[in-house]
């Protein structure tokens, strides 16, 4: 190739580029240089930057105790929703691998929540939480016991934000369980049949192993979305009570769209998207060293 | 039935696969119960709600009251157009950037498409403040354009049409040339013809994405004019407005219905694809 010909190609590449490295400058990179910098000043005039403060919207930040409040939920939320949805998930991919009376429908059962948005199913959900007349407290009033207030008592709002998320993500990540279940060789388990091994001692030391790229994958995308989706905190609790199941991004949000506080808004958002940095190193280090982007 | 059960207990009732049947099932019909239950409430008199009979009788009233208590018709039209256009943007914009990263030489290439990889992580709705603030700059406060605008140059469907492009061999590229194609025919009708089962899964993907995304596009909007369906469900269903239960089951069916039933007859091509721009 010539030397004209190549400064025209890397002419044109650039130009093909062009419209997405402008709207990705315009809503990805820009607003992050602009939350950083904000995160740094102080609050003027219709919220805009005025005083270079440096750190001091942090020390502000983590002084607050309702910001470890949030952050404390997200962890919980992260810790109580991730294992439980990949044991799921993992466990209904084993149940449909097989060959099972009536398999298409099970597939589709699990599934399907995958399809709704958040917003209906904290909907559907919220028939089920509800202290007078949800379906959980006429259940338990007819075994005897009284009702819970399920998204009103500060000590299992909570979890019950966390079972419906369960609910919601285990069918996604059951697919990519399926995919790796159906691409390992029939060899291993004919081999291991011919042994004698148990069902169980095979899963534990065959299938299991064998799919710890899968669960890593997993893990990573279940990471992002417990600091990314709070649909459901709309629907369900707002965030209350008193804060009891406010998450980092819903806080966000709050801060700047109903306190009209842009500067601690911007700091949040700095915090996380310092998680979103240390999971995607995570995922460019350990789990993508044998695929190329390159 | 399976090929284990050579080696599993003697007794056929207490053998594993026959547990683990029932275990499936137990758990699907756990998981596929919240629709069900709405799908009833949906159909029957409010007043049952509170006393649940299977057998109650059945009415569409709830889904007229919906229909008549919030401009659905609007909704849909502006999920409808939200949806087309997302979709429509991010085919042309990744294309032509994926095209770019595949075939041409361009200085610093791996950085900019690390660059690019990094909003698979940083999404609008994390920059959730700045970007508001940016649309209102442009203009793009209660528009359909401002819901979409954001997500248009996608990172997954630049990566998912640059992987695919890169498999397509360059032979194909140099016949194209060799009949007089410049480089945007040769994309024309060589690689975009090729990259159909990409576009399908991405496509497939994107849609159920913005037909469900809710937190921007509340944000942005304000108004009936531009609030698409899963916004319209929030404003509608929020607890102060007083709507009754059956009448929310009804227009939460609305909302999700198309969707729905699309997953319902494309069953095999949604999981494929949700697979497909899943593995990156």
Same mark, same amino acid.
């Given at each position: 190739m010539s030397f004209?010909?190549h400064r025209k190609?890397? &002419?044109?590449?650039?130009l093909l580029l062009?419209?997405a490295?402008?709207l &990705?400058?315009?809503?990805a990179?820009?607003?992050t240089v602009t939350?950083?910098i904000?995160?740094?000043?102080?609050?003027g005039?219709?919220?805009?930057p005025t005083?270079?403060?440096?750190l001091?919207?942090y020390?502000?930040l983590?002084d607050?105790p309702?910001?470890?409040?949030?952050?404390?939920?997200?962890?919980i939320?992260a810790v109580?929703t991730?294992?439980?949805?990949i044991?799921?998930?993992l466990?209904?991919a084993?149940?449909?691998?097989r060959?099972?009376?009536g398999?298409?429908f099970?597939?589709?059962a699990?599934?399907?929540?995958?399809?709704?948005?958040m917003i209906a199913?904290?909907n559907?959900?919220m028939f089920f939480y509800?202290?007078q007349?949800?379906?959980?407290?006429?259940l338990?009033g007819? &075994?005897?016991?009284?009702?819970v207030?399920?998204?009103?008592?500060?000590?299992?709002?909570?979890s019950?934000?966390?079972v419906m998320s369960v609910?919601?993500e285990a069918?996604f990540?059951?697919?990519?369980?399926?995919?790796?279940l159906?691409?390992?060789?029939?060899?291993?388990?004919?081999a291991?049949?011919?042994?004698?091994t148990s069902?169980?001692s095979?899963?534990w030391?065959?299938?299991f192993?064998?799919?710890m790229?899968?669960t890593?994958?997993?893990l990573?995308?279940a990471?992002i979305?417990?600091?990314r989706?709070?649909?459901?905190?709309?629907? &369900?609790?707002?965030?209350?009570?008193?804060?009891?199941t406010?998450?980092?991004l819903?806080?966000v949000?709050?801060?700047?769209?109903?306190f009209f506080?842009?500067?601690t808004?911007?700091t949040?958002?700095?915090?996380?998207?310092?998680v979103l940095?240390?999971?995607?190193?995570l995922k460019?280090?350990?789990?993508?060293?044998?695929t190329?982007y390159q | 039935?399976?090929t284990?059960?050579?080696?599993?207990?003697?007794s056929?009732?207490?053998s594993t696969p026959a547990?683990?049947t029932v275990a499936?099932w137990?758990l699907?019909?756990?998981?596929i119960f919240p629709?069900?239950?709405?799908?009833?409430?949906?159909?029957?008199?409010?007043e049952?709600m509170?006393?649940f009979?299977?057998?109650?009788p059945?009415?569409?009233?709830?889904?007229?009251n919906?229909?008549?208590?919030?401009?659905?018709?609007?909704?849909?039209?502006?999920t409808?157009a @939200?949806v087309?256009?997302?979709v429509?943007g991010?085919?042309?914009?990744?294309?032509l950037a994926a095209f770019?990263?595949?075939?041409f030489?361009?200085p610093?290439?791996n950085?900019?498409?690390?660059?690019v990889?990094?909003?698979?992580?940083?999404?609008?709705?994390?920059l959730?403040?700045?970007?508001?603030?940016i649309?209102?700059?442009?203009?793009?406060?209660?528009t359909?354009?401002?819901?979409g @605008?954001?997500?248009?140059a996608?990172a997954l469907g630049?990566f998912?049409l640059r992987?695919?492009?890169k498999t397509?061999?360059?032979e194909?590229?140099?016949?194209?040339?060799?009949?007089?194609?410049?480089?945007?025919?040769?994309?024309w009708?060589?690689?975009?013809?090729l990259?159909?089962p990409t576009? @399908?899964?991405?496509?497939?993907v994107s849609?159920?994405h913005?037909w469900?995304?809710?937190?921007?596009?509340?944000?942005?909007?304000n108004s009936?004019?531009?609030r698409p369906?899963?916004?319209g469900?929030?404003?509608?269903s929020?607890?102060?407005?007083?709507?009754?239960?059956?009448?929310?089951?009804a227009?939460?069916l609305l909302?999700?219905?198309p969707?729905l039933?699309?997953?319902?007859l494309f069953?095999?091509?949604f999981?494929?694809?949700?697979?497909?721009?899943?593995?990156?």
């Amino acid at each position: 190739m010539s030397f004209t010909n190549h400064r025209k190609m890397q &002419l044109y590449g650039a130009l093909l580029l062009l419209p997405a490295a402008v709207l &990705l400058t315009t809503f990805a990179y820009l607003p992050t240089v602009t939350t950083v910098i904000n995160s740094l000043f102080l609050p003027g005039f219709r919220g805009a930057p005025t005083e270079f403060v440096g750190l001091e919207n942090y020390q502000v930040l983590f002084d607050d105790p309702t910001f470890w409040k949030v952050a404390r939920n997200n962890l919980i939320y992260a810790v109580g929703t991730i294992p439980t949805s990949i044991a799921l998930a993992l466990g209904m991919a084993l149940f449909v691998n097989r060959k099972l009376r009536g398999r298409g429908f099970l597939r589709m059962a699990y599934f399907t929540p995958t399809i709704l948005p958040m917003i209906a199913a904290a909907n559907i959900w919220m028939f089920f939480y509800a202290p007078q007349i949800g379906l959980f407290n006429k259940l338990l009033g007819m &075994l005897g016991f009284s009702g819970v207030n399920w998204l009103g008592d500060p000590s299992i709002a909570l979890s019950s934000v966390i079972v419906m998320s369960v609910w919601k993500e285990a069918g996604f990540f059951m697919i990519f369980y399926l995919a790796a279940l159906q691409s390992m060789p029939p060899e291993l388990k004919e081999a291991a049949d011919l042994e004698g091994t148990s069902r169980w001692s095979f899963f534990w030391r065959v299938t299991f192993p064998l799919l710890m790229p899968t669960t890593l994958f997993v893990l990573i995308n279940a990471l992002i979305n417990s600091v990314r989706v709070v649909d459901h905190l709309f629907i &369900l609790t707002k965030g209350g009570p008193n804060n009891a199941t406010n998450l980092l991004l819903y806080y966000v949000y709050e801060n700047a769209f109903s306190f009209f506080d842009r500067t601690t808004a911007a700091t949040i958002t700095v915090v996380i998207l310092l998680v979103l940095a240390v999971v995607a190193t995570l995922k460019f280090t350990i789990l993508d060293r044998r695929t190329h982007y390159q | 039935m399976n090929t284990t059960t050579s080696y599993a207990p003697r007794s056929r009732f207490f053998s594993t696969p026959a547990l683990e049947t029932v275990a499936a099932w137990l758990l699907a019909i756990i998981w596929i119960f919240p629709l069900l239950y709405a799908f009833w409430a949906a159909f029957h008199p409010s007043e049952f709600m509170v006393n649940f009979e299977l057998f109650a009788p059945l009415t569409l009233e709830n889904f007229t009251n919906a229909w008549s208590q919030a401009p659905f018709a609007r909704y849909y039209l502006n999920t409808f157009a @939200l949806v087309t256009g997302v979709v429509i943007g991010q085919f042309v914009v990744c294309t032509l950037a994926a095209f770019a990263f595949a075939r041409f030489p361009i200085p610093g290439k791996n950085v900019l498409f690390m660059l690019v990889l990094i909003q698979l992580f940083v999404f609008p709705e994390v920059l959730i403040v700045e970007n508001y603030r940016i649309a209102s700059e442009l203009g793009l406060i209660n528009t359909i354009t401002g819901i979409g @605008l954001p997500y248009v140059a996608s990172a997954l469907g630049i990566f998912l049409l640059r992987q695919t492009f890169k498999t397509i061999p360059r032979e194909l590229e140099d016949a194209a040339r060799i009949e007089g194609c410049n480089w945007l025919e040769i994309l024309w009708k060589v690689y975009v013809p090729l990259a159909k089962p990409t576009y @399908l899964a991405y496509g497939l993907v994107s849609i159920s994405h913005h037909w469900n995304n809710f937190i921007w596009p509340l944000v942005v909007t304000n108004s009936v004019e531009s609030r698409p369906l899963t916004v319209g469900l929030g404003v509608f269903s929020a607890p102060e407005t007083g709507v009754n239960w059956a009448t929310v089951s009804a227009a939460t069916l609305l909302s999700i219905a198309p969707l729905l039933i699309a997953f319902l007859l494309f069953q095999r091509q949604f999981v494929q694809s949700f697979l497909r721009a899943g593995i990156r």
